[in-house]
């Protein structure tokens, strides 16, 4: 094991001709999986980005390991690999710079934030209020600045822009991932008054299901949390405030029906 990760490119090549433009329903489910997995991996600072090149047929994943070893484990147990819809070849790789790494904890721990809350809506229209500006900005906060793609801005503000910088909330935070109607993931700052924690981002995950017995279940996961006392002021901050934003967004929709 190296004494510091290296960095390696995982070049996924899908195994006909024809791929992914005949996709099976089947097939679909396992890219599901490998999407999950990818995400799970990102988590754990293993991969630092993944995504397709449809011009090219394939797929790039730059993963952050101890060794080459290490790398191939981790791309013969995607989902992906083990139904046989992509081969892969790995290639060494020099990250010189790497936007974000500072803004994360220096050691995260195990500690989520978790909320759930039941909306009487359709999954399509909750959807939106996360992720279209002029819904969000019914029932949120007063401003926003959503570009709903992976590394775009999901920036949810209180303050007008001609505030001072960095005092009018979600500044500078960007979407991690994004699957249409059930999952949304972005990078998440403290609030101004706590001014140390705010240098750092956490990560949010929201997710959306149909409810057992209808409307929209929103599943809320805040994790990313460092060991530092700091962190438990970030932890205790926002376990009240999540609980507020779930109640607005249940009432917002209650009060439109």
Known sequence: MSDSPIHVIAHLKGTRDTWPHDMTDE??????????????????????????????????VVLQVDDEAEARAIMDNDPSVLAGLHTYELYDFRAS???????????ETDRQLRKQAVVEAPRQAVWDAWTKEDVLTTWFAPYANIELRIGGKYEILFGPPDAPRNTRGGEGCR????????????????????????????????????????????????LGFGPEPMWDDVYNYFDKAWSSVLTALQKHFAGNQ
């Open 27 to 60: 097939e679909d489910i396992v890219m599901t999986d490998h999407f999950y997995y990818l995400q799970g991996l990102m988590f754990d600072r293993k991969v630092l980005l993944a995504g397709p090149s449809m011009e090219l047929k394939a797929g790039v």
């Open 97 to 107: 710079l790497l936007y974000g790494r500072d803004r994360l904890a220096s050691q």
């Open 175 to 222: 979407v991690l991932s994004v699957l249409p109607q059930e999952m949304i993931s972005f990078s998440w700052n403290a609030p101004p008054s706590l001014d140390e924690a705010r240098k750092y981002r956490s990560r949010i995950v929201l997710q959306f299901a149909d409810a057992p017995g209808g409307g929209t279940q929103v599943t809320l996961t805040q």
